[in-house]
């Protein structure tokens, strides 16, 4: 198939994937004197942060998505491919995709991150994940679907575990979805489900590691754990889900909590792209680069945000999987890129870290800003609204999701519980395993590429 892109006297920039990062350089490299193409297996950009409310009803699938080519009418140097990226060629500078090849000058992996599940199918298999709009809108309607089920068992057991939600992992993700069933449980389910008995559902947080929030100051872990205590989350620290079959979530050979709805938010990898050279990529799947975002053995590749693994010395292991590196890649690539267009020599990259936050429901939330500031309660809620409000693309979706969330503040509702794509396990297993075939066939067909064509990759 021909992507048929035009011929241009200008290097062509591909970027691969329209996240956080893809999106600010494609912005950024508006008045640049290349070709930019962009290439995203979906036409819209998903802001990731607010993806738990899609799941949980408080928000409107659309009002976190926006069309890319929207976002781009009227930058003359911008073409976009919806289009699945299989491998990249570096030896050819060539990108292989769904719809066909692409020659590049240069090319930027941004494609983020995946979820990681540690190699445990049964897991892999059976759980509910959360990195994409249609796991949010699969998670709304499981859980109502079950609620529905729950009204018509009469085996005490069966109802229990239809009711029970456990929510693996405990960083902001983790955190903000128990919050947000906990308010549904406090607010919307009683009203709807006035037959269930809603003292037994039970909303279990697990997590691994010995206390909430990991990455976030001792201050921030024990006001979120203390506000899950007051939300009535049973937060199990130090717990490890390891098996989870058959409606049992296992946390050892044989204890296990019974539940038909566990959501795995406990890790995740990054998204590499076949064709690297092995040693590019890191274990848990991120692409080792410099300082000015250059892939390890390679000239003209660059990766940012999730995928790249770029170190520093306060930062050992890499940066944060966030948004805001992931901008500032962006911003930093696009003006290297620049400079490497005039034959300077690029600059390394500095991270300016502006703090985390994390919401855990209504009026609670907790913020650190550097220099050890710490603050949480009514104020943090109200100025982790402002910062996803103002980072949502595009002026419609601001609005909308101002009013959902002002419509939820004063009437203690969520409308949006609709079960609009009945979704069943099986679907969940066709789903991530088509994804995880994808990947391996993609592997596997990298792998067995003749030797020296790898060697040649290597340059
Ligand atoms: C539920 C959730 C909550 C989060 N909350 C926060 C938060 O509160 N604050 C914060 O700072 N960060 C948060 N994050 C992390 C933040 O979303 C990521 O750090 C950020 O999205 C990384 O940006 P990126 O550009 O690297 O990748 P992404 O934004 O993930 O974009 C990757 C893009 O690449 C595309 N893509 C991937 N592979 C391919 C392929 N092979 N072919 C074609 N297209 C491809 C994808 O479709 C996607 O559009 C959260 C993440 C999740 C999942």
């Not at 249609?134 to 089920?149: G, V």
């Not at 239809?162 to 983790?174: A, K, Q, Y």
């Not at 559902?201 to 691994?208: D, R, Y």
């Not at 079960?419 to 789903?431: H, L, Q």
Request: aromatic share 8%.
């Amino acid at each position: 198939m021909d992507t048929n892109l035009p011929v241009s006297d200008k290097p062509r920039v591909v970027i691969v994937g329209c996240g956080f990062g893809g999106l600010r350089l494609a912005q950024a490299l508006r008045k640049a004197p290349v070709q930019v193409v962009v290439v995203d297996r979906n036409n819209y950009h998903n802001f990731q942060p607010l993806l738990y409310q899609v799941a949980t009803g408080a928000l409107e699938a659309d009002s976190i998505a926006y069309p890319i080519r929207k976002i781009f009418a009227g930058q003359q140097n911008f073409f976009y491919r919806m289009a699945d990226v299989q491998r990249v060629d570096p030896a050819a500078n060539t990108l292989i995709t769904s719809v066909g090849d692409i020659r590049y000058d240069y090319l930027v992996l941004a494609t983020g991150s995946l979820t990681n599940f540690f190699g445990m199918e049964s897991i892999e298999r059976n759980a509910m994940q959360i990195k994409s709009i249609p796991n949010a809108l699969n998670l709304r309607s499981f859980i109502f679907q079950n609620f529905e089920k729950a009204l018509l068992t009469s085996d005490p057991a069966e109802r229990q575990a239809l009711l029970n939600i456990v929510v693996v992992g405990g960083g902001p993700t983790g955190v903000e979805i128990s919050g947000s069933l906990a308010e549904m449980r406090k607010h919307v389910l009683p009203k709807d489900y006035p037959e269930l008995d809603l003292r037994r559902m039970q909303i279990f947080l697990v997590e691994a590691g010995p206390a909430l929030l990991g990455p976030m100051s001792p201050a921030s872990q024990a006001d979120a754990k203390r506000y899950m205590d007051e939300l009535g989350v049973l937060v199990h620290l130090n717990t490890s889900i390891k098996r989870y079959e058959d409606g049992k979530a296992y946390y050892s050979d044989t204890e296990f909590i019974p539940t038909e709805n566990l959501v795995w938010a406990a890790g995740v990898n990054g998204a590499e792209v076949p064709g690297l050279p092995a040693e590019a990529v890191t274990r848990n799947k991120r692409i080792t680069v410099n300082g000015w975002n250059l892939v390890q053995g390679q000239h003209n590749i660059f990766a940012i945000g999730d995928v790249a693994n770029m170190t520093t010395a306060d930062m050992p292991k890499g940066l944060p999987m966030l948004a805001p590196v992931a901008q500032q890649h962006a911003d930093h690539l696009a003006a290297n890129l620049q400079r490497m267009l005039r034959l300077e020599k690029p600059l390394d990259f500095v991270y300016n870290n502006k703090g985390s936050m994390a919401i855990v429901s209504r009026n609670k939330a907790v913020v650190d800003l550097p220099r050890d500031i710490h603050f949480r309660g009514f104020f943090g809620w109200l100025t982790w609204l402002f910062v996803h409000l103002m980072t949502l693309v595009g002026f419609r979706n601001k609005v909308v999701a101002l009013v959902d969330w002002a419509f939820s503040y004063f009437s203690s509702d969520q409308a949006l519980r609709l079960i609009i794509r009945p979704f069943s396990r099986k679907d969940v297993r066709d789903d991530q395993g088509k994804k995880t075939a994808e990947h391996r066939t993609a592997t596997a067909e990298y792998n067995a590429t003749p030797p020296a064509i790898q060697e040649t990759a290597g340059r």
